[in-house]
């Protein structure tokens, strides 16, 4: 079976960086896109970044870019995502995503919650 887990949430102050991790198991192949998405209260799930395993692109969410940077290591299975200058607006469930285009297969994590708040 494919498991994805988060890691890193917590409470951060305003302003304040947050570095959260996935972890995958289960995997025969690499997804062809792993992503981070957040949820906040009575909201709707966004995209907030996602690379590509072949060639290792990213894309960023207008809202984030310049202060989130994703990262992936295929060897230790791993994604990440690096937050800094963290907002109120920023407080979210994370969730990590990953996406095998060819097949239509998706697995989602169970999500670690990111408070953002003084």
């Known amino acids: 079976q494919v498991h994805l887990v988060e890691s890193g949430g917590g409470l951060v102050q305003p302003g304040g960086p947050r570095r959260l991790s996935c972890a995958a198991s289960?995997?025969?192949?690499?997804?062809?896109?792993m992503s981070w998405y957040r949820q906040a209260p009575g909201k709707e799930r966004e995209l907030v970044a996602l690379?590509?395993?072949?060639?290792?692109?990213?894309s960023y969410a207008d809202s984030v870019k310049g202060r989130f940077t994703i990262s992936r290591d295929n060897a230790k299975n791993t994604v990440s995502l690096q937050m800094n200058s963290l907002k109120p607006e920023d407080s979210a469930v994370y969730y990590c995503?990953?996406?095998?285009?060819?097949?239509?297969?998706?697995?989602w994590g169970k999500g670690t919650l990111v408070t953002v708040s003084s």
């Open positions: 995503h990953a996406q095998w285009f060819y097949g239509g297969m998706d697995y």
């Open positions: 289960g995997l025969t192949i690499n997804s062809d896109i």
């Open positions: 690379i590509r395993s072949v060639g290792g692109s990213s």
